[in-house]
């Protein structure tokens, strides 16, 4: 059956609830309201006391958060939008990020943070924080790009001893349909080849995974076959899977939403030129949304982030070095 990215996470904590009675949903509006996405909707009305409206602060939810997760919980914490989370960064870092290496006790929490940028939602609702996370030992980092990323993926962060940052995309939760799939599943850490090639690697995550193989059709019909890799978690990265890909291809192009400064795509860019160098045939390229906070207006907002236009144009570039 086939249905939404939004519908997969609602479905995903579900049966989180369902299955396991440590498991508590707390976050701004999420009980009758359902959250302001409607990623919660009905959720509360089901699973009585476990689904939680909190306080306006994102601090104090993280604070309740770690201390639950201490006390043996295994709460989900939804943010509004990923850029609130920097209210209650000291708490994720510092307190959820550390807690097991200075006690030998788990901090299981799954943060939920809608991430990235939809037309006309501007600085504040739309940025990528998947990078500033992953910086910090202690945590994972999940940039689900697919229906059934989105469900099993959830499903592991929430099983999982340590704290999770699950980054789920905005502009993904109505517009991608597919359905949950079967058999097995690919383990925390592990990329996935969306689409095989061998004249370059796109390396990328999250919403941009279909930007790029948009792009990687249309090269097809120039007789370029791009290679999508999509890195489905952030931290820890499948480097391993990066350099097989680029040792097929012999180029690397790395995409990102996120500011290009400092980012996973820098990050991937180094790591392949320190481990994999002997295999690139031209050097890594990458390419990132501007380096300007994220305009409000929708034509502005095209050009601010990559596209299927200019990932394929970026690659023509590459596959001609």
């Known amino acids: 059956m086939s249905i939404t990215y939004l519908e997969a996470i609602r479905e995903a904590q579900a049966r989180a609830l369902a299955e396991d009675d440590r498991v508590f949903i707390y976050g701004q509006d999420v009980g009758a309201f359902g959250g302001a996405f409607k990623a919660t ?3 509360a009305r089901e699973f009585p006391g476990r689904v939680i409206d909190s306080p306006i602060s994102e601090d104090a939810m993280l604070g309740l958060a770690v201390g639950a997760a201490i006390g043996g919980m295994r709460p989900i914490i939804e943010v509004q939008f990923a850029d609130f989370s920097t209210v209650g960064f000291n708490q994720m870092v510092n307190q959820a990020g550390t807690h097991y290496w ?3 006790m788990p901090c299981p929490i799954t943060l939920r943070l809608p991430c990235g940028g939809t037309s006309g939602s501007g600085p504040f609702h739309s940025q990528s924080m998947e990078a500033i996370y992953a910086h910090y030992p202690g945590l994972v980092v999940m940039t689900p790009a697919t229906v059934a990323d989105a469900y099993h993926m959830l499903l592991d962060a929430v099983k999982i001893d340590d704290p999770v940052v699950f980054c789920e995309h905005k502009l993904l939760y109505y517009h991608l349909k597919g359905d949950l799939g079967s058999g097995d599943r690919l383990a925390v850490g592990k990329a996935r080849i969306a689409r095989v090639g061998r004249d370059l690697s796109i390396v990328t995550y999250g919403a941009m995974v279909h930007e790029a193989t948009k792009a990687a059709e249309e090269l097809a019909g120039e007789g370029i076959e791009a290679e999508v890799v999509d ?9 391993d899977c990066i350099i097989a890909s680029v040792a097929r291809t012999g180029r690397l192009l790395c995409v990102g939403e996120a500011y290009p400064w400092g980012g996973v795509t820098a990050e991937v860019v180094a790591r392949v030129a320190g ?14 949304a501007k380096d300007t906070p994220v305009p409000y207006h929708p034509d502005l ?12 144009d970026s690659a023509r570039r590459l596959v001609q070095m």
């Not at 907002?301 to 394929?312: E, F, G, K, L, M």
Request: charged share 25%.
């Open 231 to 239: 890195l489905r978690t952030v931290k820890p990265l499948d480097t």
């Open 41 to 43: 909707k009905n959720l």
């Open 102 to 104: 200075r006690t030998g």
């Open 301 to 312: 907002w095209a050009v601010h982030r990559p596209s299927a236009r200019s990932i394929a």
């Open 275 to 288: 481990e994999g160098f002997n295999f690139l045939d031209a050097p890594p390229m990458r390419l990132n």
